[in-house]
């Protein structure tokens, strides 16, 4: 059966850190089984993976049927126990039958471990599960399971003293609705509160009685509210009408600062996938074209097919069809900027790939438990899992060297830099390309990365390159930023900022480094604003290319004759 197969491979992959769930399954390759179902089957299986790994050590489940591994063990498991339709197979298929020939044994140490926590009944067990109940010692406090009993994957274990971890972003599709329409449909019977802190504080009491219908409009996004991340408004008629989008604050801070209120002509979205930014920067068009007859247009370039398929399905969910149009299979360093088609694109959002370190602690806290394959038929409970993916298995996949036999934390330097480096070069390439369009008068860069080598030090080197000298690309300082992000407290990072000019051989005074450092914005993961680690900035030119360039940086000699190509 695919879908077990499919969701062990995942499962792997989530293990390994590869991704978020999310990103693995709807982003990656394409599946045999929906992909619905197999989110839907991996998210339980993993909220209960503690309690279901429990059960196959104790029933001697891998060691008596040695074609199960402790990924495939899992699905199946949960499937027999929990799910109300049983393993989705035949009967006298080989995955069933490694399942059920043990099921007398599984059911009793499943029972036992309910009976430990002071359920009658497997149905009261899963409930508790539904109402964000105790589910194990592993599980204790993590406030990951939401009300409608699906698995809250980026608050997975994340401690209730995260503002992040309790906090749902959604914004409200200026396409379709309008945040007056929803306030008086979906939030209707919310309570709507001043600050964002009184949404996170039910989350952050050591208790908290239950989850509360509160809302919080925020000050910096137009129609953007968070709700308490239990709350599961994917369930909604507005969201399945696209009226309403889930999307991190930080994540609209890219569409934001492009300020299209401030600019004519069109916009090329260079990496769009899965189309979040492209249909709020739709939304953004249609309200600062309201009073007048412009129609702008936005390319939206994605170069991978399966991704091109999901922004295009996002972009007619959002209704942005009429706004957007889609380069599927099309490589943004590929496009020649001179080609006509580009003539009115005058502003051009890049949010390439990066290591994705704004979000991967997120990621790495999925509680996942695996069950041990040597484990004794009379093994005793065993503690709460130790996070054990740097050890030795992973460094020695990854040509690393482990801190010790015992499944320390591995040292992988050398590996993060080569990677790093990789994905700074390829962003830098992307700017670079960006910087050759006639036409554009602004370019606003992000990445969800905390690395100053994806963020400042990439800025630099695209303030002293070639194409920004001699199309007369500066910064786009703090003072000339829309006012919400003007008024954003996180700033750049300034030593960063001269550790680059430095190696880069130009002459910039800490004055200089500065207003380039505060012209770039962040976004703390985990901090008080409840939003990802994030970064953005902008490169604007004012007039023609060859006109003076006055907060572009002198141009390196040993970056005289460079290419885009290079």
Known sequence: MSLYYEAAKVLEEVQNERGSLKSIIFGGKPTRSSRAQLYALVSETIKWSAELSEVVEKAGLLAQERKLTPTLSLPLVYDHLLSRTGIAAPAGHVLTLAITRHKARLHAEFAR?????????????????????????????????????????????????????SVRWARINGLSTTLEEQMQTIFSGYRRVTSLAEVTQLALEPSPPSIGEVMFVDHDVPGLVAVPRGLDLTKTAAYRQGQIILQDKASCFPALLLDVHSLDGDIMDACAAPGNKTTQMASLLQAAEKDNRKHRKIWAVEKDGHRATTLRKMVKWANADSRVSILAGHDFLQLEPQDVRWRKVTALLLDPSCTGSGITSRAEQIDLTLPRRTASVTQK???????????????????????????????????????????AAFQL????????????????????????????????????????????????????????????????????????????????????????????????????DATIGFFVAAFVRDTSPSAPNNMSLPLPVQHASSSIGQ
């Not at 699906?150 to 503002?163: E, G, K, N």
């Not at 992988?412 to 830099?417: M, R, S, Y």
């Open 113 to 165: 471990i309910r009976l430990r926590h002071g359920f009658v009944t497997t149905e009261s067990f899963r409930a508790a599960a539904r109402n964000g109940g105790l589910l194990s010692d592993a599980h204790k406090d993590t406030g990951a399971i939401d009300k409608s009993g699906c698995l809250d994957l980026a608050t997975r274990s994340q401690p209730p003293t995260s503002p992040h971890s």
């Open 381 to 423: 409970p065993r503690p709460k899992r130790q996070d054990t993916r740097g050890g030795p298995r992973r460094a020695a996949k990854q040509g690393g060297s482990a801190a010790s036999s015992t499944g320390g934390p591995a040292k992988e330097p050398d590996l993060d830099t080569t990677r790093v480096e990789a994905l």
């Open 429 to 528: 390439k992307m700017l670079r390309h960006a910087f050759r369009f006639p036409g554009a008068r602004r370019v606003v860069y992000s990445t969800c990365s905390v690395h100053a080598a994806e963020n400042e030090e990439v800025v630099i080197k695209a303030l002293t390159c070639a194409e920004a000298q001699e199309g007369g690309w500066r910064m786009l300082e703090r003072h000339e930023q829309v006012k919400s992000l003007r008024d954003w407290r996180h700033r750049g990072d300034p030593a960063a900022v001269q550790q680059q000019q430095q190696q880069q051989q130009t002459t910039l005074d800490q004055t200089k480094a500065q207003t380039v450092a505060s012209s770039c914005i962040r976004c703390e993961m985990g901090g008080l």
